[in-house]
Each structure stands twice: as structure tokens, then as C-alpha cells.
């Protein structure tokens, strides 16, 4: 069966170029904010430019730690944050796709055959037979580019959701690298603990033989005795975090807590990377949660567009032809048939809707706009702190260094003295107590550094780029 459409719809193709080339120059301004950028932020680099690194896509490597670069691959596989959010960037993709389908006319085909019979008042019965088979093609002309606009929104959508997806990425793998560190900590914690233990009981010892040779009163042993007790009853709420931090981890990597174990490694020999922060201006581009909200403003933009067209008349055009028949499933002898058409329909009352969905497009934009305002504050300020975090924490882990060494030197000599009989117990004690709490203080600073160089690299974007997603978008 073949119909000569190209009498029929050769009119209305004309038009529908037309509405084409209309719709491509429509546009969607985006409104930004304005925000007056500082040339530098309020704390430098803790360290000279020449032992700053730039923020690397691939940013834990910096810290030169085996057992995170493979936690890092092993979320990639199966962080179901991560395969949670890659899901939702595939129906945003499906959504473009759905709006894009406007820029096709829309074909349909139809075949029916049938018979009936009717009977007058008084008559005979007679009876008729059909056979039909047609095919229509409408499409509709976006003259003042409401389709276009949402075509634009719906792109504008996906975006974000990508946007979305890469700074949920970054969250995760932050969070990893924090889940680490922290666990670390707690080993090196746990580690200093025992040590402290076996301190304490080597002095229990000491005090054990001086009360037996008379040199010590059983105020002393039982003081001693508290002091052991102590130690080992602090040792609990340290192993209960660790197992508690571990359970987290795995959580984040896909795994369930009693599969997962860690290797540990050292704390205090993990490299804390010093990091060019760049400029505040330059934050817009490099982090991915302004990105999205970017294009949240895009896509209200574009809403508010689609609007004020749905105002305006609707015009659509349609083409049919087709072929029908006096007899059941037979096209011969047929009658064909075709046609054309243009259809201009307007709403004249509707309450209002429509002239309030407009005004609700609007208020949207401007809380949206404000929204972005606001985050661009907010990571500005996430920078600023994460710098002064780094300067601060490096500088206390300097001194505390020097604390320890003098705590552990100062243990040493009132050990020596206490076993000469020339000091007490309670100096041996307090002597202890410091070394403990200034090694404790020193992994804890440690922590601090490597969670400052962490926020940091999440708040300048984990290198990621506006410019180059866009080039992989194009590409």
C-alpha cells in the first residue's frame, strides 16, 4: 500500500521549517548574582608556593597512603552512594530524552475493518461492510518557543543531576579518607594506650617491691593500683570507636561490617599535603555543587520561558491519508483519501492558572538565585575555614612535638628518681599521666591536619573543573 503524501503535507513542512528556526534562536538569559570577590583568601598556604600542590582530580594519592588508594577504587566498584547516584543521572538522561522527542512530528498509522446491520421500522434488514487503513502525522509549531524552553529546562535537569552525582562523589570519597584517618587515629590511640598500660604496670611493680621492702606505704600500692585500673578501663571506649569507625567504612565501600577488615598503617608518617587554594573567583568553576545549582537557575530560567509561551495562541499542523474500502479486509476497489491541516488554539479563561503558574516560575527563580548566592557565601567560607584549619593545626602539632619529647624525657628522669627513693609516687604519677595525654594530643593534631587537608580539598572541588566537564559533555 503506498500513499502519495508530498501534495499533503508539503504545505505545512514550510511552516514547520519556520517554527525551526525560530525555536533554535530561542534563548534563556540566566540571571547571576552579584558577589564581590576578595583577590585572596583571608589565610595563606601554611607553607611557601613551591611546596604547594594543585588540587588533583585524584587528590587522596597526595597523602601517599596505599590502603586509601584502594579504598578509593573499591567505592568506585561499589559504594551504593555512589551507584545510587549514578542511577538518578540515568533518568534525568531518560527525562531529556522525553522532552527532546518534541522536536519530531508525531506519526501514527490506524486499520480497522468491520461490518453492520440495520433494520428500520417496518423494513428489511441490510447490512454494510468497511475496511479502512490511514495514517495521520501531526506536529506542533513552537512559535514562541515554550517547547524549546522546555526542552532546555529539561537539559538544564540533567545537568544538574550530573553535577549532583560528581559532588556526591566527592562527599563519599571525603568521607572515606576522614573514615580513615580517623580509624588510623584510634589505632595509634589504642597503640599509645597499651603502651601506657605497660607503663603503669611496670611501675605497679616498682611500687609492689618498695612497700615489700618498706619503702612504700599501701596508700601507694592502692593509688597505684587505681592509677593501672585506670588506664585499662580507658582503653574500651577506644577499641568501641575503632570497631564503630570500621563498621562506617565498610558501609560507605558496599560491605557488610563483619566481611570488612583494615590493614592499618601509621599515622604519624602519613604525609598531610600542603595545597594552592587559588583564588575565590575561581571557585565558581571548581566546585560541582555550584555547578548544579547553576543550573537549577538555568533550568527556572527556562520554566519561566515555557510560561509566559503556554499564554500564548498554540499552533499545530497535521497531515492524513488514507484509504477506505466497501468490503471486509479487501482494499480493492478503495477510495483514498488525504488531507491537511492548521490549528491555532488559545485559552481564554482558566482562573488564572496559567498566568499563575507563571508568576510561581518567577518566585522560583528568585529563591533559586538566592539559593546560589548563598552557597557561593557558604564555600567561600568552607575554604577559609579549611585554611585556617590546616595553618592552625599544623602549628599545634609543631608544639606538641616539643611536649612530648620534654614529657617523655621528663618520665624518664622522675622514673629514675622515684626507683633512688628521691621522689614520690605522686610525681611518678603525674609524670605518666603527661606523657600519656601529650601523645594522645599529638596523634589527635595529626588527625586534625589530615581532616583540614581533606575539607580542603572538598571545598576547592577535589579538582574537579567546570570548563573540562563541559568538554567531555561535548565531546
Given at each position: 500500500m503506498q500513499f502519495d503524501l508530498k501534495a499533503s503535507v508539503l504545505k505545512p513542512l514550510s511552516l514547520v521549517i519556520a517554527s525551526l528556526l525560530i525555536t533554535a534562536c530561542t534563548s534563556t538569559a540566566v540571571q547571576k548574582p552579584d558577589i564581590h570577590y576578595a583577590d585572596n583568601y583571608s589565610v595563606g598556604s601554611p607553607q611557601s608556593d613551591s611546596e604547594t600542590i594543585a588540587v588533583d582530580s585524584r587528590w587522596w594519592q597526595s597523602f601517599q597512603s596505599v590502603a586509601l588508594n584502594e579504598l578509593m577504587q573499591a567505592a568506585a566498584q561499589q559504594s551504593p552512594d555512589l551507584l545510587i547516584s549514578t542511577e538518578r543521572v540515568k533518568q534525568a538522561e531518560l527525562q531529556m530524552r522525553i522532552a527532546n522527542a518534541s522536536l519530531f512530528p508525531s506519526l501514527s498509522a490506524s486499520a480497522s475493518s468491520g461490518e453492520s446491520r440495520s433494520k428500520p421500522d417496518g423494513g428489511s434488514n441490510t447490512r454494510s461492510e468497511s475496511t479502512r487503513v490511514g495514517a495521520n502525522i501531526s506536529y506542533e509549531v513552537d512559535l514562541w518557543g515554550g517547547i524549546a524552553a522546555e526542552r532546555t529546562s529539561a537539559k538544564a535537569g540533567y545537568e544538574a543531576t550530573r553535577y549532583d552525582q560528581d559532588a556526591a562523589t566527592l562527599s563519599v570519597k571525603a568521607a572515606i579518607a576522614s573514615g580513615w584517618f580517623q580509624?588510623?587515629?584510634?589505632?595509634?590511640?589504642i597503640a599509645t594506650a597499651h603502651k601506657n598500660i605497660a607503663i603503669a604496670e611496670r611501675v605497679q611493680k616498682i611500687v609492689d617491691a618498695r612497700y615489700k621492702?618498706?619503702?612504700?606505704?599501701?596508700?601507694?600500692?592502692?593509688q597505684q593500683k587505681t592509677n593501672l585500673l585506670t588506664q585499662r578501663s580507658s582503653l574500651l571506649p577506644l577499641e568501641l570507636q575503632a570497631r564503630q569507625t570500621q563498621s562506617a567504612l565498610a558501609i560507605l565501600l558496599g560491605k557488610t561490617p563483619q566481611e570488612f577488615s583494615l590493614a592499618a598503617e601509621k599515622l604519624l608518617v602519613m604525609k598531610v599535603p600542603q595545597i594552592a587554594a587559588g583564588t575565590p573567583a575561581d571557585l565558581v568553576t571548581r566546585r560541582p555543587d555550584l555547578a548544579a545549582s547553576e543550573a537549577d537557575l538555568r533550568a527556572a530560567s527556562a520554566n519561566i520561558h515555557a510560561a509566559r509561551a503556554a499564554l500564548l495562541p498554540?499552533?499545530?499542523?497535521g497531515a492524513n491519508a488514507g484509504k477506505t474500502a466497501s468490503e471486509l479486509f479487501s482494499l480493492n476497489p478503495a477510495t483514498q483519501t488525504s488531507g491537511w491541516t492548521l490549528s491555532l488554539a488559545q485559552t481564554l479563561f482558566n482562573g488564572g492558572r496559567l498566568v499563575n503558574q507563571k508568576r510561581l516560575s518567577e518566585a522560583r527563580q528568585s529563591e533559586l538565585l538566592l539559593q546560589y548566592h548563598k552557597a557561593i557565601l557558604m564555600a567561600l567560607q568552607e575554604v577559609d575555614n579549611a585554611l585556617v584549619a590546616a595553618d592552625i593545626s599544623q602549628r599545634q602539632e609543631t608544639s606538641q612535638l616539643e611536649i612530648v619529647a620534654n614529657a617523655e624525657r621528663s618520665l624518664r628522669l622522675t622514673e629514675a628518681r622515684y626507683r633512688a627513693g628521691t621522689d614520690d609516687l605522686l610525681s611518678l604519677l603525674d609524670a605518666q599521666r603527661s606523657l600519656f595525654q601529650a601523645q594522645d594530643s599529638l596523634v589527635l593534631q595529626r588527625?586534625?591536619?589530615l581532616n583540614a587537608a581533606v575539607d580542603l580539598y572538598k571545598a576547592l572541588g577535589g579538582g574537579w573543573q567546570l570548563a573540562q566537564q563541559d568538554a567531555e559533555k561535548v565531546n
Open positions: 580509624w588510623l587515629a584510634l589505632q595509634e590511640r621492702n618498706g619503702a612504700a606505704t599501701a596508700a601507694d600500692v592502692a498554540g499552533i499545530s499542523l588527625l586534625s591536619r
